[in-house]
């Protein structure tokens, strides 16, 4: 893991997958994996996401949660939508919460993806139980490595 | 291959990736390949997209024609539109031409689909030189069967 | 393809599966496809043989028939008995015919890989009805371009 | 993790890409995987192997330890002598230390691998830093499940 550092605030314009709107002040005490993803971004389609369906259901007994961000920032009018977004989590079944994130008021990247400074999509963040912010990748991380990774942040927080 | 016999004419609505419409009749004398498809359909985008993409890079010399067809039966309100096509296309680097199928003016399977009676996405369809439908699977076909069909269409049309 | 001359004859010490030893002759009118490789080999094991496997299935019920040849030139020690080889082709269940191909006298590469001028292994084969040599390859040739050389030499012999 | 026991002695007739032996004793402090295979199991060449190499590539900067065990059970005229399994190591780039399990001396399954009570290979086993036996797996484990594992226990060792 490279950093540990306090995470921004997401800025969510709606939640999918969910009925209560998910925080990370809820998620306290969690080990948390985000995927940051456009649903006609090809990397995420073919690599991200389904490495998310299978750490979502390799920890499905574990305290990690798996959480999806939709950071759209091109192909507005494709992928924009929440209908849209709803038919490709139904298609690709998907199950796990998913936010929109909140569009910038001055167009260009989403309010969440630039507090972040991601720098496209897939990006894949871990945060800790205590809540800081452990890892941000963007691209693809080998299943072995974010396995890792998942692994130890569990098992800091069952320790001292 | 399974069948030998004529094609229903396409009812398209619009193409894209090509400054003129394609007709079954302005293919005669070449091999075709078609592939039937939604852009929310995973076997599709994981299976039945790239080997059509692989088939038209490996046959670029050759007398093959590789043909998309959009054919939007449900989720009309994500992938119903051209921008969204566009931009899929756009994202999955498709360069072949593309085929809007025309909806239903009663809703359901658009009427090309509807005319080849099929049974879902993707669906691939091969046509010979003589302009005859030779093959039409539903689901995915090895490369290595494909390959063989087409290779075997190609040299029909050399002979005799 | 991209030659057509007729293939040297083989010099085989041994012949696996098969209760006959196979010759060039006896498989004219047939199209052969020959996957020659060691059994020590990594591209062989993960691509060549497994490529050759699906070809021996997918064409059970044609006119191709499938040959290994096993062209030890280095390793002897550990790939060069019958018994080794016999070993490998029972766990990876390879069932079509096998033929050893004869030591050379003088060291260094195996008399039938040295005819043909074979570069290292995997390299394929393909020899139409007629018995004419039309495809040597070293290295991976992909699904779908092998599948069209069978497709076309097939289909040559049932013409003309 | 399933289990956590005192490993059984290693039993180990020779030692290849090592130039001491390796004891369990030596490992104490470090996590060790250990991959019990055949050089003929395909399963094993296929999944087993390439996995721990991507393990040993990963871990290269951590107290992990990856071991090989050779367990021939079978076949033993082809992957028995320590000339075939050199040749194999060579030739798979497998440059971490493979011990060769020691034959039985009523034949059967060699002397490490029944003391395990292993059910076949792969075989993969995972050592804390404690020199406690914490997980035995027979086929193959996914990436991300065998990266949780290793992380969850480089983790123990730092802490307490």
């Not at 796990?96 to 008021?105: E, K, L, N, R, T």
């Amino acid at each position: 893991m490279n950093i540990s550092i306090p995470p921004a605030p997401w800025q969510v314009q709606q939640w999918l997958n969910t009925p209560e709107p998910i925080t990370l002040a809820g998620l306290r005490g969690r080990v948390v994996l985000v995927i940051a993803f456009q649903m006609l971004c090809p990397g995420c389609v073919s690599r991200g996401l389904p490495q998310a369906l299978r750490a979502h259901s390799l920890f499905a007994d574990s305290d990690l949660a798996v959480i999806g961000l939709h950071t759209v920032f091109e192909h507005h009018e494709a992928q924009g939508s929440r209908a849209a977004l709803a038919a490709f989590l139904h298609e690709y079944r998907i199950g796990f919460p998913v936010g929109i994130d909140a569009p910038s008021a001055y167009g260009g990247l989403p309010q969440t993806m630039q507090a972040y400074n991601m720098q496209g999509t897939p990006t894949t963040l871990l945060i800790d139980r205590k809540g800081q912010l452990r890892l941000q990748h963007f691209g693809h991380l080998e299943d072995m490595e974010l396995g890792a990774a998942i692994g130890r942040l569990l098992e800091q927080g069952t320790q001292g």
